[in-house]
């Protein structure tokens, strides 16, 4: 089985009602077989039916790397929307959603070059989930710390520490402590069918 196949089955107390239909109609609007999306995103077409059905909830990365191959954003694939593409986001507008363990908040409109978004990121949560794509990412460490991998290089990171990389670089993201590490992230969205995002498991472990 596909490593990236093993994400959270949905269960009573999940609340990503807009994801599976959604995940569907974004497919089925970029002309995509389910084989043919399942293999860009790395996944298998048994798991991305179980999303696409609402028995299996989308991590974060699932979401970027269909997000990216649909031409489109986790937003709209979330179902959300930001009226006229407003400006400026209010803390109070930032709804949280859950994926893969992660929560995150938009921090910024829809349909931009660019996604901005605020991260937390649970202790174990997608440890052994490798990212490549197209693309650049910037994350800025706002609480606890980060335990970054790039390539063949690992970084620990404390607060007011940032990154900014070449999406292209193998890369991977987990909470050093027990409580956690909350990130503001941005990342490029390159409207391309070729832009792509691989997911699998790392081999070795972060020092």
Known sequence: MNAS??????GPGDELPAVAPQLRALRR???RTLEAAARAAGLSPAHLSRLETGQRQPSLPMLLALARIYGTTVSELLGETVADRDAVVRAGDMEPTRAGGWTYFQAGAPGRGMQALRVRVPYGSQGDIVRVHSGEEWLYVLRGRL????????HLLAPGDSAHFDSLTPHRL??????????????????????????????????
């Open 147 to 154: 335990r970054l991998r790039l390539g063949d290089t690992a």
């Open 174 to 207: 987990a909470a050093e402590d027990h409580d956690g590490v909350e990130l503001l992230f941005v990342h490029t969205l390159l409207q391309s069918p070729t832009a792509t995002l691989c997911l699998g498991p790392l081999t070795g472990e972060l020092p």
């Open 29 to 31: 609007r970029a002309g």
């Open 5 to 10: 196949d093993a994400g959270p089955v949905a």
